[in-house]
Every structure is written in structure tokens, then in C-alpha cells.
Nanobody
Framework: VQLQASGGGFVQAGGSLRLSCAAS????????MGWFRQAPGKEREFVVG????????ITADSVKGRFTISRDNVKNTVYLQMNSLKPEDTAVYYC??????????????????WGQGTQVTVSS
């Protein structure tokens, strides 16, 4: 499965962005999906995850109430809606697919396929 992330950019604090991640195969619809981020000098960290059918999500405490993950299995696409952005949200954001299970996990090692990353920069 190839994943193509898009939608990153530059935004002022308090603003919003919507990231998209398009998958190349229909098998995407059976995979749990996740969004991770990595800031310079830091490890890649979990942000949000969603089950294969969109019925279950998990969210990191740092973005709870501000970020929402969703998916469209017809379009083979997962989305990350980011509201009330803060400078500390600045990072490269990666989407990932978990082929070994239909439920999301927080551990980066649970995911098999990764997109190329899209930069999000939030100014204060």
C-alpha cells in the first residue's frame, strides 16, 4: 500500500488545517490508520488513530478536543482535521496503515506502511 499525505502548510496559532492521506489500494478499507508527527530533534509520536470502519478512534492527550481523524473508505482516504493549532503542533505529519489489525494502536511499530510526511508549521 502506498500512502500519499497532503494538506500541510503554514498557519497562525489558533488556525486550522486539514490533512489528507490517500491510499493506493482498496485493501486500505480493512486497515486501521494513524497519524503521527515528528518535530526536529524529537522522536515520532502518535497523534490519532482510527479503526477500519471509522467506528473507533484514539487520540493523544496533547491534541484531544482539537484534532479529529476520519476516513472515507470509498475514496481510500483518511483525514486529520486540526483546529486551534498551537506552535507546539509544528512538525512533519505522517499517516500510517496497520495491516496486521483493524484497530488503531499508539505504538509506531504497529504500523507497516507510511506516507512521505507533510510539514505543518504554526506561528505564534
Amino acid at each position: 500500500v502506498q500512502l500519499q499525505a497532503s494538506g500541510g502548510g503554514f498557519v497562525q496559532a489558533g488556525g486550522s488545517l486539514r490533512l489528507s492521506c490517500a491510499a493506493s489500494e482498496q485493501t486500505f478499507s480493512s486497515y486501521a490508520m494513524g497519524w503521527f508527527r515528528q518535530a526536529p530533534g524529537k522522536e515520532r509520536e502518535f497523534v490519532v488513530g482510527i479503526s477500519w470502519n471509522g467506528g473507533s478512534t484514539i487520540t493523544a492527550d496533547s491534541v484531544k478536543g482539537r484534532f479529529t481523524i476520519s476516513r472515507d473508505n470509498v475514496k481510500n482516504t483518511v483525514y486529520l482535521q486540526m483546529n486551534s493549532l498551537k506552535p507546539e503542533d509544528t512538525a512533519v505529519y505522517y499517516c500510517a496503515a496497520r495491516s496486521s489489525g483493524s484497530w488503531p494502536r499508539r505504538d509506531v511499530y504497529e504500523y507497516d506502511y507510511w506516507g512521505q510526511g507533510t510539514q505543518v508549521t504554526v506561528s505564534s
